[in-house]
């Protein structure tokens, strides 16, 4: 029973977009877009565009992703607490695994 006694009928509604894509709220309706999707299967967020955000989020750590995670084109960037510096492994579009670090100074 619903509400003072009264059924409640609930209509289906179909989701918006394609599968995988992420659904939000379009001016009161549901909305997807092809260039915010999310793959299930390879936990990963894709945004096609610009990302803007605010605030930042700084992980520490002391090694490096594995290379075999990152696809090609991919980047991973990190901050080695240790080390006192920002990291860097990326893959460029032909699979060639390249690294870099930006030390850190000191501010007093």
Known sequence: MGYFGRSVTA???SPA???GQVQFNDGGAFGADAGLAFDKAAQAL???GNVRAHGALVTAK???PAAAELANG???IW???VGASLRFLAKTTNGTVVAGVLQATVIA
């Open 62 to 64: 002391t090694s490096a």
């Open 79 to 81: 901050f080695d607490a």
């Open 11 to 13: 209509l289906p509604t």
């Open 46 to 48: 894709a945004v096609g």
């Open 17 to 19: 977009g394609a599968s």
């Open 74 to 76: 991919e980047v991973a």
